[in-house]
């Protein structure tokens, strides 16, 4: 599996560069389309960058016609649960509309094999724990109704022309590249553990802790983190496996083990000897009390195997990265 060439829509974001960063690695062409509204050009290792929009098809048929494409892995949604509650159309319009023009421009070109950053919101509250792929989908937010309305389109894509999919629902991504060269960089940053770390860094006073009245265990909400790098070696397995015919699928992608906010910012505390002061406030809408994956349906049938399941690890990487950007 070398040589093939991968449009990575989104790659100038968090997963999107790392995920450049690791398709180069082992021997694939790269070619690279962010409208750097969320993303950032210095992530960005390598490859042929094109600034535009997933949304925008006159730029998308001449890209499939200058490049040879072979496959397309699409991270360019956007992914702020709070901001689509406030501002659904928004993402509706990109991630749902101008992602039918990216399936549109494919169809035209005969591109037939596509791998999409989908997540555990479209399972809404969960039913069951841990989540299995045959959950019922239903989203509390419209980013998750987003999501979930792609995968749909998907499966009229592959019954109609032939296009052939991998649908990958992460958990919580988090932790940065083992190098360090790049990571996690979000404006404005919404996630927890560099949330965190930017305390214990000095750039911000405080982390909030949104909602203490969960029914978990320390009434904090619990999430699945999984490092960043595991995902892009699942998106990997997954291009191998469309790439010798395999069929459209879905897949959770997870450790398997939940961790509270309050569980997280201990952690942080003892790794940075900070002491990471937090606010607590209101319940975020849309925001579910525990999402903790099963992955065992992506182990058994392509092999994967996270290498970074200790959250503490995770955080080490992150924690790295975010003190070279602090300086």
């Known amino acids: 599996m070398k040589n093939e060439t991968i449009l990575v829509v989104g790659g100038a974001g968090y997963i999107g560069s790392h995920m450049v960063k690791d398709l180069l690695e082992t021997g694939h062409k790269v070619v690279i389309l962010d409208d750097l509204s969320t993303g950032h050009r210095d992530l960005i290792p390598g490859g042929n960058f094109i600034e535009g929009g997933l949304g925008d098809a006159a730029l998308l048929d001449r890209i499939f016609t200058s490049n040879r494409i072979d496959a397309v892995m699409h991270f360019a949604a956007f992914a702020l649960v709070g901001e689509s509650v406030e501002q659904p159309l928004k993402y509706y319009q990109n991630n749902v509309s101008a992602t039918t023009e990216l399936l549109s421009a494919m169809v035209r070109h005969d591109v ?24 019922p989908c239903n989203p509390t937010n419209p980013y998750g109704a987003s ?17 052939r999919y991998i649908s990958l629902r992460y958990f919580n991504a988090s932790g940065a590249h083992e190098s360090s060269q790049i990571g996690e960089k979000h404006q404005p940053e919404t996630h927890l553990i560099p949330l965190i770390l930017k305390v214990a860094t000095n750039e911000n006073k405080n982390v909030k802790i949104f909602g203490t009245d969960y029914p978990t265990p320390d009434g904090t909400c619990i999430r699945d983190y999984i490092h960043v790098s595991d995902l892009t070696q699942a998106h990997l397995l997954s291009l191998s496996a469309l790439m010798e015919g395999g069929k459209s699928v879905v897949y959770n992608l997870g450790n398997s083990r939940g961790y509270s906010v309050r569980e997280v910012i201990e952690l942080a505390r003892k790794m940075t000897g900070h002491r990471i002061p937090v606010v607590e406030t209101d319940r975020r809408q849309g925001d579910p009390a525990t999402l903790i994956a099963s992955s065992d349906k992506i182990k058994r049938e392509l092999g994967w195997k996270p290498q970074y399941e200790d959250l503490e690890k995770i955080i080490q990487t992150a924690w790295m990265w975010h003190q070279k950007e602090a300086k």
């Open 147 to 163: 999501k979930i309305a792609v995968e749909r389109m998907l499966q009229d894509c592959d019954s109609a022309y032939g296009l």
């Open 112 to 135: 037939k094999r596509f791998i999409f950053s989908s997540t555990a919101a479209v399972y809404g509250e969960p039913l069951e724990i841990p989540i299995t792929e045959n959950h």
